[in-house]
């Protein structure tokens, strides 16, 4: 079992307004120690793709984070690379010395469109039992890419996100669609804004396509499920249907 805290936010321009939004909503909590912490899409800037701004302490930040809590945190936003910019998770663990996984949107949105490098490949990586693949936004059209984390040994999906309130109905539907086709569970965390524009429906949903855990739309909160691996391995086993199974047993 792995308890996984969904950190729905609203953030400003200003990066360190948004780590102390961050430590505070999360220390708040008081997260069981091993527990997955996710944040929104570029939680530490906002989604502003237009600046191409990559702050240079978010790595920092979020290691003392897991350093602090005791968990696992995936975060991030805007990673320079040389001379190209990237959307970028990363996954901190306790005590490390950097990041043990990273992730760079594969699908930029239109307005990242120019200014964002696309990521190459998927990333999938161990965390409390789970092999988790994280995911960026607009990835979530983009079926194939979550089918091939799944045939790498995918068993949870995380979505860091920054979508917009008026494609909530796409949201929402696109998030039961990946859980239920690749039999996994999908953990997405949305940003919220004071205008409306953004209102976040963070959520958890199980391999069989049920909601276990929902945010208020429009409120900033933490909200929080126990993902069990039993159960996926049970879903997969009585109801294989992915490309790696074999007949159903009725």
């Known amino acids: 079992m792995l308890k996984v805290y969904l950190v729905q936010m609203e953030s400003h321009t200003d990066e360190r307004e948004n780590y102390a939004k ?15 912490v996710l944040l ?18 978010t790595k920092g930040f979020l290691q003392e984070l897991a350093d602090n809590t005791g968990c696992f945190i995936a975060g991030g936003g805007m990673l320079r690379n040389g ?3 990237t ?24 307005p990242e469109q120019g200014v964002i490098t696309a990521g190459k490949t998927v990333t999938v990586t161990a965390i409390g039992g789970f092999q988790t693949a994280p995911t960026i936004c607009f990835d979530l059209r983009f079926p194939e890419q979550y089918r091939e984390a799944m045939q790498r040994g995918a068993q949870l999906f995380t979505v860091h996100a920054a979508w917009p309130a008026k494609r909530t109905d796409h949201w929402e539907a696109l998030l039961k669609a990946r859980a239920i086709e690749n039999q996994a569970y999908v953990a997405a965390v949305n940003c919220v804004t004071a205008n409306g524009d953004f209102t976040g429906n963070s959520q958890v949903i199980d391999p069989l396509g ?29 109801f294989p249907v992915l490309p790696t199974t074999h007949n159903a047993k009725m």
Do not use: W
Not at 23 to 31: A, F, K, L, S, Y
Not at 102 to 109: A, T, V
């Open 22 to 36: 961050v430590r505070d909503m999360v220390t708040g909590v008081r997260p069981v120690t091993g527990s997955l």
């Open 40 to 57: 929104p899409e570029m939680f530490d800037t906002g989604y502003r793709p237009d600046t191409a701004k990559a702050p240079t302490d």
């Open 83 to 85: 001379g190209n910019i």
């Open 87 to 110: 959307n970028h998770v990363g996954i901190y663990a306790p005590h490390k010395q950097s990041e043990i996984a990273g992730y760079d949107k594969m699908h930029p949105f239109f």
């Open 210 to 238: 049920n909601v276990i855990a929902h945010a208020e739309p429009g409120k900033e909160m933490i909200v929080e499920a126990d993902v069990d691996i039993d159960l996926l391995l049970k879903c997969r086993n009585i």
